[in-house]
Each structure stands twice: as structure tokens, then as C-alpha cells.
């Protein structure tokens, strides 16, 4: 995958968290959840594309 399509879903990614945050009202605790699960994913996301754990284990794609 190419360096440029990783950092375009990071963005997007980053972006529609930031307005879910800001325009979604929801508990503190729930956005707390929320903002966890989601770098959680991204991370493990991140690791499958640059080859650190196998793609086998968790399918994100």
C-alpha cells in the first residue's frame, strides 16, 4: 500500500473522529470508549500494512 493512501485514512480517519467528538453529543465515558477502540483498530491496522503482525490473524481490510 502505498505511503500516500496510508496517510489519506489516517486523516480521514483523525477528521471523522474530530467531528464525532465535536458533534455527537454523547457521554464522556462513551467518547472516552470510542477514541480507545478506534486508535486500537488503527494501530493494528498500521501493523498489518507495514508487516508486523500477519494479516491472517485479524482481517481489517
Partial sequence: ???LEIVIVLVVA???????NRFIPMAPAVKTIL????????CIWL???FG??????IKLK
Fill in 1 to 3: 500500500m502505498p505511503l
Fill in 35 to 42: 477514541n480507545a477502540i478506534v486508535v486500537v483498530v488503527i
Fill in 14 to 20: 483523525g477528521v471523522g473522529l474530530w467531528a464525532i
Fill in 52 to 57: 508486523f503482525i500477519d494479516g491472517s490473524i
Fill in 47 to 49: 501493523l498489518q500494512v
